[in-house]
């Protein structure tokens, strides 16, 4: 067996062997890659080949932070793990790229389903559990296979009462894909940073990421709308058969006018016009812990119905003895998120 990491340069061949894998992230798409370019972070696009045949991949980013710099494969990599020849090449050569741009640690959040086999890989390869994640660790997935009223009827019926109710109140659903009106999304995400105290993304930000997606039609706003006035928006990411729902912002100005169980309605069906079988509704909180900061947002996903997808936890191999002055800061920070 002769295993080589090459970089790959063609955006066909890249998607179309992501895709190939279940499950998969835009994450971990070409686009991806691209808004990396935007903020001019260094990245690799590697690919894994057994003597010619293409085996895996991984999508790696220099991330340089005040607690440190690491390189960070984001829900990935996407290999065949089955035969661990292939990770173990791929981490001896992200070392090397650790190495050559002094980083003290490698990290990796990978879209393993979660299981004690999987982290033995893992622990095997000399990876222990990161002090923080960075990405979804547990996703809930809505199959959106079936029609309409299946699945109104799979809901929670509170969440099917909510949804008429935000109807009959006369709430308005706009659906854009014009970059401009990121700026309005922007004005209730700060609303919503302010109410729920989390580290936001930056208006400039939040602009290329949706810009990266546009290109390939791949990405679309949603506002929910109460006497002209927005309530309720979201930013919603499409990547081959998935829609995943990966910015959302709410203001409570009208608390009885449940326009965010509408908004979600109506993502769910514009995914199925578009052709999508899932709809990932992204992170959610641990069952076993109660006082999360997402068990609120929690309780709202779940109840469209759906099912829990548990991904290996965020793994690091340490690099360098900087590794640790990292690892304290991200401990701390964890606590104090109440994660």
């Given at each position: ?29 070409w686009a991806w890659g691209e808004l990396q370019m935007q903020f001019n972070n260094k990245f690799w696009r590697l690919g894994v080949y057994d003597e010619e045949t293409l085996v895996g991949m ?222 990932n509704f992204w992170g959610i909180a641990p069952e076993n812990k109660k006082n999360h900061p997402w068990v609120g947002l929690t309780i709202f996903k779940k109840g469209f119905g759906g099912f ?32």
């Amino acid at each position: 067996m002769s295993i080589k990491i090459n970089l790959i340069d063609n955006k066909e061949v890249w998607d179309d062997f992501v895709l190939k894998f279940n499950p998969h992230s835009f994450l971990h798409s070409w686009a991806w890659g691209e808004l990396q370019m935007q903020f001019n972070n260094k990245f690799w696009r590697l690919g894994v080949y057994d003597e010619e045949t293409l085996v895996g991949m991984a999508l790696i980013i220099k991330s340089k932070a005040r607690r440190g710099t690491f390189i960070f494969c984001p829900h990935g990599p996407i290999i065949d793990w089955a035969n661990l020849n292939y990770f173990e090449a791929l981490t001896a050569y992200l070392k090397k790229i650790a190495i050559e741009e002094h980083a003290s640690f490698i990290r990796i959040s990978a879209l393993q389903i979660d299981s004690e086999e999987s982290r033995q890989i893992f622990t095997n390869n000399g990876f222990k559990l990161a002090p923080l994640h960075l990405q979804s660790e547990i996703d809930w997935i809505l199959d959106i296979q079936k029609n309409e009223d299946e699945l109104l009827f799979g809901m929670r019926k509170t969440t099917r009462y909510m949804i008429r109710k935000a109807e009959k109140e006369g709430v308005e659903i706009e659906v854009s894909a014009d970059i401009s009106k990121v700026k309005d999304f922007n004005k209730i995400y700060q609303a919503t940073v302010s109410r729920q105290h989390f580290v936001p993304y930056s208006l400039s930000y939040l602009q290329k990421e949706f810009e990266a997606y546009l290109k390939s039609n791949d990405a679309l706003l949603f506002f929910a709308k109460y006497k002209g006035e927005i309530l309720s928006s979201a930013i919603i990411i499409f990547y081959g058969k998935e829609a995943f729902y990966h910015h959302g912002a709410s203001i409570q100005k009208y608390p009885k006018i449940p326009a965010s169980y509408l908004l979600q309605w109506s993502v769910i069906k514009k995914a199925k016009k578009r052709g999508c079988e899932f709809y990932n509704f992204w992170g959610i909180a641990p069952e076993n812990k109660k006082n999360h900061p997402w068990v609120g947002l929690t309780i709202f996903k779940k109840g469209f119905g759906g099912f829990e997808e548990a991904y290996v936890p965020a793994q690091d191999l340490v690099v360098s003895g900087k590794y640790w002055f990292t690892y304290i800061i991200e401990s701390v920070r964890r606590i104090k998120r109440g994660f």
